[in-house]
């Protein structure tokens, strides 16, 4: 069975960092593209930045040059550091993953970890 587990969200104030962090673990082949969300309260879950298997790279606008997504492929782990912080980048944000695993090829999510900004 795979597993997608993110850590590292917290408290932080207006203009700081964090770095956030998804291991994915299980009977796993390889894994294809990974990628992170979020979902603001009352908002829909929107796509933050994204690494494929080649390391390309995108991001969303609201976020360019102020976050940026890497992976280990040797860990199976994907981070976001994001620098510079606001206020709307308050949500829970969910880490999602291409993977082959016992023959199959499927999406997985994890189970988010929370990100306030705030004073």
């Known amino acids: 069975q795979v597993q997608l587990v993110e850590s590292g969200g917290g408290l932080v104030q207006p203009g700081g960092s964090l770095r956030l962090s998804c291991a994915a673990s299980?009977?796993?082949?390889?894994?294809?593209?990974m990628a992170w969300y979020r979902q603001a309260p009352g908002k829909q879950r929107e796509l933050v930045a994204r690494i494929t298997g080649a390391d390309s790279t995108n991001y969303a606008d609201s976020v360019k040059g102020r976050f940026a997504i890497s992976r280990d492929n040797a860990k199976n782990t994907v981070y976001l550091l994001m620098n510079s912080l606001k206020p709307e980048d308050t949500a829970v944000y969910y880490c999602?993953?291409?993977?082959?695993?016992?023959?199959?090829?499927?999406?997985?999510w994890g189970q988010g970890t929370q990100v306030t900004v705030s004073s």
């Open positions: 299980g009977s796993i082949f390889s894994i294809n593209a």
């Open positions: 999602n993953a291409d993977i082959w695993a016992l023959g199959t090829y499927r999406n997985y």
